[in-house]
């Protein structure tokens, strides 16, 4: 199996800003004190992007980026997991936007959840708020 290095930054560099524009995905809002992001690599170079918004218990799977070159080898499951690993002991549930189906983060157990019943911190954040939309699927999954 590959060994994926798992670098962390608290801010947003414009490696992650290009992937996002090339992805059509919004760069507002990126830069926040509570967001945390990760550049998995491997020896082959960049997989990709995931990060994390939030510190509490109830946090923001805030992206999912991999790269088109490594696209349809098992990175996206791969950098979820592992990011699902690193999330510390006080993280009891994850929760996710995405302007797709959910499909690929329902196979990976994450459940369709009501978004007027999201915690106050995951409804007031961008993402929520005005980046996805209120047609976006929200999912929640319970880390514990």
């Given at each position: 199996m590959t060994q994926i290095y798992f670098s962390e930054t608290r801010h947003a560099d414009d490696v992650l800003r290009l992937a996002l524009d090339a992805a059509?995905?919004?760069?507002d809002e990126l830069g926040g004190a509570d967001q945390m992001f990760f550049s998995p690599s491997d020896d082959d170079g960049l997989i990709g992007f995931i990060g994390l918004e939030g510190d509490g218990t109830d946090r923001l799977l805030r992206l999912l980026i991999v790269l088109p070159t490594r696209l349809g080898q098992g990175y996206g499951r791969m950098l979820v997991?592992?990011?699902e690993g690193v999330a510390d002991d006080a993280v009891?549930?994850?929760h996710?936007?995405?302007s797709g189906t959910g499909e690929f983060f329902r196979k990976l157990g994450y459940v369709d959840a009501d978004r007027d019943q999201a915690p106050t911190f995951i409804?007031?954040?961008?993402?929520f708020t005005s980046l996805c939309g209120p047609r976006a699927t929200y999912l929640i999954k319970d880390l514990g």
């Open positions: 059509q995905l919004p760069t997991e592992r990011l009891e549930r994850l996710h936007l995405t409804a007031a954040t961008a993402q």
